[in-house]
Every structure is written in structure tokens, then in C-alpha cells.
């Protein structure tokens, strides 16, 4: 089964995402909120970035809210599924909470303290190799931050940044922290079914993520080896390693499944069999709009 996913991955369509889908009135406030930002000085916290590079980023997530990047091979993917929702959905409160990150060392993300380190805070903006990530430092700052803040057991032994651990167990997410970030960060009422370890059990996997697309959001967390080739998880085999949000599922005639998603930076559509749809989802977390908590 595994040989035959490989085989059908070969065939994926990646593409850049072109379009804005952003909450158009959060959207517009969050560029007017930056735009009177742009005499904003150099951050004495964050010494190696500059205000204006920082901005640019920033502007660039507003209004292409789906080519944020989590880099070549960081462990940030867990962070880019988190953040994809929040750019689409709340900008605006995103957009403020950066302003204040940048300028005072530390933000409140609703009820959320992001209190980076001094390390991670005289690091950010130095990163090297990350391909995108090393170009936009706001999301360097982000990624850093939300990674400083929230942990889980992957992370019991190695809790304090040091470089280069965006590539490390520092910045591994499991199924758990994933859930608990989505829970805190956007007051979502997130449900949840498989585990780090045992995939999700249903009759009907399709139809079953059909549903629940179609009421929410939809993010899967699977084994990257069996998506797609990347460096850290040639020795990770058997074990869930990366997060994706669905954004739509069907039926072929031939009776493969077509599945698109968000992957950080690119919209992805695959061809895959139901035997290694089953064999590559680990975990399934989802939302109902309708169910979002007060603020």
C-alpha cells in the first residue's frame, strides 16, 4: 500500500495560491491598522529586524493569507495550520498582536501572553536555509514565539530555544498541543478523533471528512513520508509528522479519492487510494463555525 501512494503522490499538483480569502471587513481594518504603522521604529527588542521589512511581511500575509510559509524543513507545520486560520478568519486581531510583539517584546493573542525568550528574540531575523522563512522576518517572530508558548510532550527535553532548533523536537507539535493551540488561540470548540500513535477508526473515512469539511474547517495530522519526500522524516517511518488543512475531498470514478489542501504556501491536490488515505491519517481535527466560544 505504501509503494502505491508513493506512486500516485508522484503524479500531485502543487500550485501557488493566487487568490485572497481573508474576512474582507478584518482584512481591510488589518491594512489600515499597518499602514498607519509605517513611521514605526526600529524594535529594541527584535534587533535584527528592521520596521519595514517587518511591515512588508506582515502586509504580505494580509492580503495573501494563504502563501505564508513555515519554511524548508522546520517543524513549524503544526504553527502554519494554526496560523492559516487565523489569517483567514481574524487578521485584524493578528495584525494588532504583531504591532505590539514587535514593538514591546511581548503581545497578548486574546487571553494568550507571547513572551519570547532573549534568545529567540536577538535570533529572529537570522535564520539561514529555511527557504521563504529566511526572508520574512514577521513570520520568523511568529512561529518562534507561538512555539516558545505552547508545548507538549514532544518537547519535555528540549524547552529552551537554541539555534536551530526550528528544525528540532523545540518546535514538534502533537495531536494534543495542536487541539490545545486551536482551542486557546482562536476560542474554537475543536473535536477530535485518532491519537500520536493509532489512526482514526471509521467505515466511511471520506465520507466522514466530507461532513465535517462541510460544517468547518478540517486539519489532518499524517505521515509526511508517505506525502511527500523532506529531510526529517526519512528515519520517521511509522509515526504522524506533519499538519495539513483540508479543503476539499471527492470521489473519482475509478474510485480513488482527490484531496485538496493547504500545505504552507501551496494549495495541493493528490490522487490517492482509500487503503493509503487510511494508512496516512493519524490524527483529524475539525470545527463547526457555528461553535465558536465567546471571546
Not at 66 to 90: D, H, M, P, Q
Not at 106 to 115: G, P, S, T
Not at 121 to 137: C, N, R, T, V, W
Request: proline share 4%; hydrophobic share 35%.
Amino acid at each position: 500500500m505504501v509503494f502505491c501512494f508513493i506512486s500516485l503522490a508522484s503524479h500531485a499538483q502543487r500550485k501557488r495560491v493566487p487568490g485572497k480569502i481573508a474576512n474582507e471587513p478584518e482584512r481591510i481594518k488589518a491594512l489600515t491598522l499597518l499602514a498607519g504603522a509605517d513611521t514605526m521604529r526600529q524594535s529594541t527588542h527584535w534587533p535584527n529586524i528592521m520596521p519595514k521589512e517587518f511591515l512588508d511581511n506582515l502586509k504580505k500575509n494580509i492580503e495573501y493569507p494563504l502563501k505564508i510559509s513555515t519554511g524548508r524543513s522546520t517543524n513549524f507545520c503544526g504553527f502554519g495550520a494554526v496560523t492559516y486560520t487565523c489569517l483567514k478568519n481574524e487578521p485584524f486581531r493578528y495584525a494588532e498582536c504583531m504591532l505590539h510583539l514587535y514593538q514591546y517584546g511581548e503581545a497578548h493573542y486574546r487571553n494568550i501572553k507571547l513572551a519570547p525568550s532573549e534568545t529567540i528574540k536577538k535570533e529572529a531575523g537570522l535564520m539561514k536555509y529555511q527557504g521563504d522563512l529566511d526572508i520574512h522576518p514577521a513570520d520568523q517572530v511568529w512561529f518562534l514565539s507561538l512555539a516558545n508558548r505552547f508545548k507538549g510532550y514532544l518537547n519535555l527535553f528540549d524547552r529552551r530555544y537554541s539555534k536551530g532548533d526550528e528544525n528540532k523536537l523545540w518546535a514538534a507539535t502533537n495531536l494534543a498541543k495542536f487541539n490545545r493551540m486551536l482551542r486557546k488561540l482562536c476560542k474554537y470548540k475543536v473535536s477530535s478523533k485518532g491519537s500520536d500513535l493509532f489512526r482514526p477508526r471509521s467505515k466511511d473515512l471520506p465520507g466522514f471528512l466530507k461532513k465535517k469539511l462541510a460544517g468547518g474547517e478540517v486539519y489532518i495530522y499524517l505521515n509526511n513520508a508517505l506525502l511527500r519526500k523532506k529531510n526529517h522524516n526519512r528515519v520517521q517511518k511509522r509515526i504522524p509528522t506533519h499538519y495539513i488543512v483540508l479543503t476539499e475531498i471527492y470521489d473519482k470514478e475509478d474510485g480513488h479519492i482527490m484531496i485538496k489542501y493547504w500545505d504552507g504556501s501551496y494549495k495541493t491536490v493528490k490522487e490517492i487510494s482509500l487503503s493509503a488515505l487510511k494508512q496516512v491519517i493519524y490524527g483529524i481535527s475539525w470545527v463547526k463555525y457555528k461553535e465558536k466560544s465567546d471571546e
